[in-house]
């Protein structure tokens, strides 16, 4: 069975600063990874992904994710937090084939002060 | 853009009344998930359908609980005599063959059992 680890359930930030969350899975097979953000009250949105190729992925509002299979791992980064960043984000993993379902981390609340 | 759609956005309900949630996916996408979230926890997979057919059921999913997805377009996810513990947000997901791993998550149906 897949989990996943998010080791930061609830970080302050202000803004400016750099932001590391990170996430470890656990999976026997091949994996797609993913974060999601959750701004407040909003729905479940997609932040980035990874399938395969490039470990290190760029996704929306300048965010990225590193993938280091030695480590299962898949932290997300940002270099400067806004204020807008503050939102609930989410781990997760899916097995590459199959029915794709994907098993959620726990969360992180970021909070980013002014 | 029409995302997904679920309704009733809140529910409140008594115990031990039944309780029935809709989900309206993407148009042409053919793969529905529901999850539930409680306080403080990531999604958790609930069911899985491809199309009209139910291909996996998590054991989360008590015989209380039924979901269809009748005409493989939108679903119903049913709950029978309603307990406390089935307090949570129910979560809807769609995606398509093509677009695979990328779950485009609904706003959620909240409900509260007294």
């Known amino acids: 069975a897949q989990s996943v680890s998010q080791h930061n359930h609830h970080v302050i930030l202000s803004e400016a600063a750099s932001l590391e969350l990170g996430c470890n899975y656990s999976y026997g097979g091949t994996v797609n990874l993913f974060w999601y953000v959750q701004y407040p009250g909003q729905h479940l949105q997609l932040l980035l992904k990874y399938f395969s190729g490039d470990p290190l992925v760029k996704g929306i509002k300048g965010f990225e994710a590193e993938f280091i299979k030695s480590k299962f791992s898949f932290n997300l980064r940002k270099p400067s937090v806004q204020w807008s960043d503050t939102a609930e984000y989410f781990c997760?993993?899916?097995?590459?084939?199959?029915?794709?379902?994907?098993?959620f981390g726990i969360g992180t609340k970021l909070q980013v002060i002014p | 853009d029409t995302g997904v759609s679920q309704d009733p956005r809140h529910k409140i309900t008594k115990r031990g009344q039944n309780v029935t949630f809709r989900c309206d996916p993407i148009?042409?996408?053919?793969?529905l998930y529901w999850y539930r979230q409680t306080l403080g926890q990531g999604p958790e997979f609930l069911t899985y359908f491809q199309n009209e057919a139910q291909l996996e059921k998590s054991r989360l999913l008590s015989d209380r609980f039924s979901a269809e997805r009748p005409k493989g377009s939108f679903s119903t996810l049913e709950i029978q005599r309603t307990e406390q513990g089935d307090s949570a947000m129910y979560l809807c997901?769609?995606?398509?063959?093509?677009?695979?791993?990328?779950?485009?998550f609904g706003p959620g149906t909240r409900l509260l059992v007294l």
């Open positions: 148009s042409e996408h053919n793969r």
């Open positions: 997760a993993v899916s097995n590459s084939g199959g029915y794709q379902k994907v098993t």
């Open positions: 997901a769609s995606t398509r063959d093509s677009d695979l791993g990328t779950q485009y």
